[in-house]
């Protein structure tokens, strides 16, 4: 295996940063706007923030690393996609919830699983127009148009029309997985006995048959041309992680992620990507701390579909795979997106053959730019709080 003991470049210092946001400003509208044809989708109300908000929750990272697992075989990748007699299941290597993803196992269904596509972007631009639509009242509704022109997607004519095509297959996608979960729903009182304080205990639900989102595809023929827009109404966990009157699960998504290239060809930006949707805006709620947090190299690949099973890897793969992750988080901290990066101090060993297993057991340290720190939950009613 090949020795590569030192890092391809010089971890950055903490540099300048911009003032967070302090508050979403409303965007009006036309109020004569048609209902029918929509003039303005909500991805684009959406991305007129240079930071729009996205669901953060259990669900919303475990779909995430679903997606992101897809381009590879069945079957290779750790954490990844596998066979489970007539299912095709996702088994995310952080158990979260005991969220479960599942398809069909049909040949249409792995033939998709195992192509490369855009899913991740469509997936992430569809949470973002739901979070504006829920925020101010509007039903959701995307374009296929307007997902075109966020992800930078600048050809026109016939490789325009088929790039429409493939994410309306992606977005057909999104509705048909099966989602099971679990979720607390709050307390209940349990009285052990006359005289004696009660004990509080949680109550659990459980849901089977669950959906990601319901898609409505509506097309509309002017000039020539079909344009093509998409109704989405969520499944039932948005009503536990996306109800601002019970627990609001969001976070602040950088709208120039979404341009980066998903290309295997551009390394730093296909690993920047991928590290940004792992790192900030699907992780389960968890990285909104103002303080440096900390991800552990061997499940942040794998989170991001990018760890393949021991007998998968070649000779030239970890010394291949940390270049890449390193040019990605650099991209990152060049885009404003993390203000500082470090390994934290773990004992590296010099030996050919052992670097690479020391090197994936260490841990990063990683700063949020101070524009995306967020809190992901709403305030707590005064009735709830005990007066001192």
Known sequence: MQNNTESVFSWCQPGSVEPADTEIEEIPTDPEESVFVPQTSSVDM???????????NPITETFCQAVMHTGSPIGTMTGGWSIDGDQLVFSPFRVNGSVRISLPNTDKNRHFLESPNTL??????????????RRNGRPVVISNNEILNAVGFSKYGLDRSNKAELI?????????????????????QLKKG??????????????????????????????????????????QWAYYYLN?????????????????????????????????YSLVGFSGGTTTAKGPFKRNVS????????????EHRDNKWASRTRDRMERGLLRLVDMNVLSHIDYSEVRQTNSNRYWAKSWLNSNL??????SLQTKTYTKRSNKNVKKK
Not at 248 to 266: A, G, H, Y
Not at 299 to 310: F, S, T
Not at 365 to 370: A, V
């Open 46 to 56: 959406a991305l007129r923030y240079d930071r729009p908000f996205v669901a953060n």
């Open 120 to 133: 991740p972007d469509s997936y992430a631009l569809c949470l973002a127009a739901l979070s504006w639509s």
């Open 168 to 188: 309306s297959n992606e977005l057909k996608q999104l509705s048909l997985f099966d989602l099971e979960y679990s979720k607390l729903i709050g307390r209940v």
């Open 194 to 235: 006359k005289g004696k304080k009660q004990q509080q205990g949680k109550g659990v639900v459980s849901f089977r048959g669950d959906r990601l989102f319901n898609l409505v595809r509506m097309d509309f023929q002017t000039d020539n041309h079909t344009h093509a827009f998409w109704n989405i109404t969520p499944g």
């Open 244 to 276: 601002p009157e019970e627990f609001d699960w969001v976070t602040k998504f950088p709208r120039v992620v979404f341009e980066l290239d998903w290309r295997p060809q551009r390394p730093a930006e296909y690993f920047g990507k991928k590290l940004a």
């Open 299 to 310: 499940n942040l690949l794998c989170a991001i579909g990018e760890l393949p099973l021991p």
């Open 365 to 370: 340290s990683l700063q949020l730019h101070t």
